[in-house]
């Protein structure tokens, strides 16, 4: 009878060890897969940031050639409207003399 307590508590040692030693490398793992997610985490993070911060330096760009894109086009609508004023002035003047 003793040597069969002695067995089951021995295998109940091996076991809890066993446990033990299962129950470490587990947590070992899981460690492991959390710092991994936080680096993964992180590096999502800094690729997200960079592209946010070059999707803004695209729009300030755009933002830019419109406003110069829309400079010209005044420009040249000031231009346009003072050649057409010189052209009326001068068939008025023509008109006036001719009369």
Known sequence: M???????????????????DTAAAVKQKSTQDMQQAEQHLDKTGEQLTEEAHQATRTVADAAVETKEDAEKAAKEAVHDTKKE???????????????
């Open 85 to 99: 004023i010189d052209e009326i002035d001068d068939q008025v003047a023509g008109e006036i003399r001719e009369n």
């Open 2 to 20: 003793r040597f069969i307590t002695y067995a089951a508590l021995l295998s109940l040692s091996l076991t809890a060890l066993a446990c033990d």
